[in-house]
């Protein structure tokens, strides 16, 4: 089993959409949690971290879920701009190393 | 703002050439990190170093050296490339801990014929 793992997608949505991602992780000992954007032939970016009581910034809301070991992503009012590739991201509990999912794909279209 | 910067945005080599990628940061963090990605594989960590002078290997260290000199500086090593190892090259850095944030270099796409 992956350590984490994303449904790669494509979402298609249209814009003012709601969409949202969620990422399954393995080890229970994972403490930090991260949702990473990705432009095509780009490097990923942070788009936020992940805290326990769940964050928002703006159009995007992240959520945790420590019993049933997941993480998700909400994204409102979807724009053209967000078309990308969401990556999941946490710590394996080793000291400096993260993992990161294979990403989920994003289109919003007109 | 942090920045990390790669020695070269596309690099072709051929099969067996030894090929040097660096990669350096200016923000003076401890952590530094090598990455490939392909599709469908998503980022796999090649090597890592939380300090000058020392590494630790990733999930992926086969045919791969790395080499840390300088706190600022982590250079990856391919000592005899092969077609496998045609992909894109990502480094990081984040500061010190493992729950910190990572942050990339714009990559190197690296092709082997």
């Known amino acids: 089993r992956k350590e984490v793992e994303q449904d790669p997608g494509p979402f298609n949505v249209p814009e003012g959409a709601t969409v949202a991602f969620n990422c399954t992780y393995s080890?229970?000992?994972?403490?930090?949690f991260f949702w990473y954007r990705q432009d095509c032939r780009k490097e990923p970016k942070l788009l936020m971290s992940v805290y326990s009581s769940g964050n928002e910034d703006g159009r995007f809301t992240a959520q945790l879920n420590r019993a049933s070991q997941y993480i998700s992503l909400l994204i409102r009012d979807s724009k053209l701009s967000d078309s990308a590739t969401y990556l999941c991201v946490g710590n394996t509990g080793t000291a400096s190393k993260l993992t990161f999912g294979t990403g989920t794909r994003l289109q919003v279209t007109l | 703002d942090v920045k990390v910067t790669q020695s070269s945005r596309y690099l072709v080599k051929r099969t067996g050439e030894k090929v040097f990628l660096e990669c350096v940061q200016d923000?003076?963090?401890?952590?530094m990190f090598w990455y490939r990605q392909d599709p469908g594989l998503g980022l796999r960590l090649i090597y890592f170093?939380?300090?000058?002078?020392?590494?630790e290997k990733g999930d992926i260290p086969e045919g791969y050296s790395v080499s840390r000199e300088k706190k600022e500086r982590f250079s990856l090593i391919l000592e005899s490339a092969s077609t496998n190892q045609t992909s894109m090259y990502l480094c990081a850095s984040s500061l010190q801990g493992g729950k910190e944030t990572q942050y990339f270099g714009p990559g190197t796409r690296l092709l082997v014929l």
């Open positions: 170093s939380y300090d000058v002078k020392m590494k």
């Open positions: 923000m003076d963090h401890e952590n």
């Open positions: 080890n229970s000992a994972s403490q930090s």
